[in-house]
């Protein structure tokens, strides 16, 4: 991806859990290489200033702006127009023989976002804007739970203006473009709609990035970190991966409005823990359990010495529904959380992130034996990834 192989690999595999054609938008590249489509490049193009311009692969920018803007003055040019000033190309140098690459935009005065895996591993971070030269950006937080990252970098052009956050998530069936330097043309627009909302992305330790866009706008290598904007010029989503065909994904607004500034403020961000392993509850799980399968989610573990020890229950055993066997039983179903209705994970997911803390006490409605019950739980912090 966009970053050493190694870490590449390891992010890819990450993906192919929940991808079956996983293509990560990154451009470390598909194809092997320096990350330009399969072209080897043996010459080193690390900018040795901050005012060293590096010449952009696949031709002028320049004059890849001036085409576009030759076109005519429909919904797509202006909201390219009004947004591109703010859209940097990234070159990352690891310990990897060949620069990695990505997108990233302006999120306030002086701070760009973009992926964490873009930046893993980053000994020198380059940033250019259309109106830019190459501009050294320093690493001032990333969050690998939600594939999120802050760079600082002084002196950004006049046009860099900050883009706006979206403030929920947008309708499904709405327009899209994706901007960012694919294959590391600079400066690229693609076009689509959102595809759906509230999915779910996998993350490290079994975890998984909630609430999570997704589109149809073609998403390729290179795209990492860039801004998912509506027409109206609003970001819905730092663009994270593809896979498959049409099909790529985001991290939601709502999440980055969560996890920027506490990036910005202490370098790190905390996430809501339960300390539970879950599943959907299916028709087996629901017969085996004598729970209706259309609402709630099944606790399949709970994790000892975890928030939920001794509070909420998992799987006491097995029996075998529809000559299936091993369905577990015995485990609470979660229905509520704070009286808001929980019928799936990623519901779950999405109200832990974005409507709660570590340290936040809520209310868990659960079945538990044919009952239903309400119990409180005080929410602890996601472990480390390492761990």
């Known amino acids: 991806m966009d970053r050493s192989d190694s870490s590449r ?6 993906c192919g859990t929940a991808l079956a054609a996983g293509t990560a938008g990154c451009s470390d590249s598909l194809f092997g290489g320096s990350g330009d489509g399969g072209v080897e490049d043996d010459e080193d193009t690390r900018p040795v200033d901050p005012d060293t311009p590096v010449p952009a692969d696949g031709g002028s920018e320049a004059d890849n702006y001036e085409q576009f803007d030759r076109s005519d003055d429909g919904a797509y040019a202006d909201v390219y127009g009004a947004t591109i000033g703010s859209v940097a190309q990234i070159q990352v140098y690891t310990s990897a023989p060949n620069p990695a690459g990505g997108t990233g935009f302006v999120y306030s005065d002086g701070y760009v976002v973009t992926n964490q895996h873009v930046v893993e591993g980053a000994e020198d971070v ?12 320093a690493m001032v937080g990333t969050d690998v739970y939600s594939d999120l990252a802050v760079l600082s970098v002084s002196d950004l052009p006049e046009s860099s203006t900050p883009l706006a956050l979206a403030e929920s ?10 901007i960012g330097n694919p294959f590391r043309y600079s400066g690229s627009v693609s076009a689509g709609i959102v595809s759906g909302v509230n999915r779910t992305l996998p993350a490290p330790n079994d975890f998984s990035i909630p609430d999570a866009i997704q589109t149809d706008a073609a998403v390729n ?25 049409n099909i790529g994904f985001a991290i939601s607004a709502p999440l980055t409005r969560r996890v920027i500034p506490a990036l910005i403020e202490d370098g790190e961000y905390e996430h809501s823990y339960m300390g539970v392993r879950l599943q959907t509850v299916g028709p087996l799980l629901a017969e085996a359990n004598d729970v209706d399968d259309r609402v709630g989610v099944y606790i399949a573990v709970v994790r000892d010495s975890g928030p939920s020890d001794g509070v909420l229950r998992g799987s006491t055993g097995e029996t075998s529904v529809a000559g299936q066997t091993g369905v577990e039983t015995g485990g ?5 959380l704070d009286d808001t209705p929980i019928p799936t994970r990623e519901a779950l997911a999405s109200f832990l992130a974005l409507q709660t803390s570590p340290g936040d006490t809520v209310d868990v409605t659960v079945l538990r034996d044919g009952e239903e019950r309400t119990v409180e739980l005080t929410l602890g912090s996601r472990p480390n990834p390492g761990r």
Not at 9 to 14: H, K, N, P, Q, S
Not at 169 to 178: F, Q, R, Y
Not at 332 to 336: C, E, K, L, Q, S
């Open 126 to 137: 380059f940033l250019r804007f259309r109106e830019s030269e190459w501009l050294s950006a």
């Open 169 to 178: 998530d947008p309708v499904v069936g709405s327009k899209v473009v994706a």
């Open 221 to 245: 290598p290179g795209n990492s970190g860039g801004p998912l904007v509506t027409l109206e010029g609003d970001v819905v989503g730092v663009i994270n991966s593809g896979g498959g065909d």
């Open 9 to 14: 690999r390891r992010f890819l595999a990450v």
């Open 332 to 336: 609470d179903v979660v229905v509520a």
